[in-house]
T-cell receptor, first 111, second 115 residues
Framework: TQLLEQSPQFLSIQEGENLTVYCNSS?????LQWYRQEPGEGPVLLVT?????EVKKLKRLTFQFGDARKDSSLHITAAQTGDTGLYLC???????????FGSGTQLTVLP | KAGVTQTPRYLIKTRGQQVTLSCSPI?????VSWYQQTPGQGLQFLFE???????NKGNFPGRFSGRQFSNSRSEMNVSTLELGDSALYLC??????????????FGSGTRLTVV
């Protein structure tokens, strides 16, 4: 069974601060996806990384896939209150079309 | 472009009953997956359909079943409901089998409460 450990589980910071969320596994994934979920809604895809060592930037968000494709990180620069939400990492392996989700990081950005 | 539509949004059922949830994927998307989200277990994969065929199934009892129609719309059914089936059920669509750099588009989910 593949597991994705996500940390921290909860994060409360002030607007303007930087933060990093980590996603780790002992398994290799062919792709790693990051989603953000608002209360009462489904997850919304932020990014997909597929190549070991890959770095993708989405405005103030930077996503990195580990060289061995077992871990990933999400870094947010100068957080804003609109960044508040549940951040989920999810891995996919081989040809199996199923996502293994991390437990999520509940981020609260205070004004 | 319309997103993934799930109906109903909310549902209250009694233990022992059965329930059917519906999902209409994004037009042109042929892969539909279902996930269960609970506070204790997080998001867990139920099953995935492509071209009316179940391609992959998660570790759930046989009370959970699904199907996909020729227009790619999908339904999932839970029979003999238990209190522990209370959850947010999410449907996700993707344009094709493979292409793992595309990701999934999720619907808003169906909140099922079993009493």
């Amino acid at each position: 069974t593949q597991l994705l450990e996500q940390s921290p589980q909860f994060l409360s910071i002030q607007e303007g601060e930087n933060l990093t969320v980590y996603c780790n596994s002992s398994s290799v994934f062919s792709s790693l996806q990051w989603y953000r979920q608002e209360p009462g809604e489904g997850p919304v895809l932020l990014v997909t990384v597929v190549t070991g060592g890959e770095v993708k930037k989405l405005k103030r968000l930077t996503f990195q896939f580990g060289d061995a494709r077992k871990d990933s990180s999400l870094h947010i620069t100068a957080a804003q209150t609109g960044d508040t939400g549940l951040y989920l990492c999810a891995g996919e392996s081989g040809s199996a079309r199923q996502l293994t989700f991390g437990s999520g990081t509940q981020l609260t950005v205070l004004p | 472009k319309a997103g993934v539509t799930q109906t109903p949004r909310y549902l209250i059922k009694t233990r022992g009953q059965q329930v059917t949830l519906s999902c209409s994927p994004i037009s042109g998307h042929r892969s539909v997956s279902w996930y269960q989200q609970t506070p204790g277990q997080g998001l867990q994969f139920l099953f995935e359909y492509f071209s009316e065929t179940q391609r992959n199934k998660g570790n759930f009892p046989g009370r959970f079943s699904g199907r996909q129609f020729s227009n790619s719309r999908s339904e999932m059914n839970v029979s003999t409901l238990e209190l522990g089936d209370s959850a947010l059920y999410l449907c996700a669509s993707s344009p094709w089998l493979g292409g793992q750099d595309y990701g999934y588009t999720f619907g808003s989910g169906t909140r099922l409460t079993v009493v």
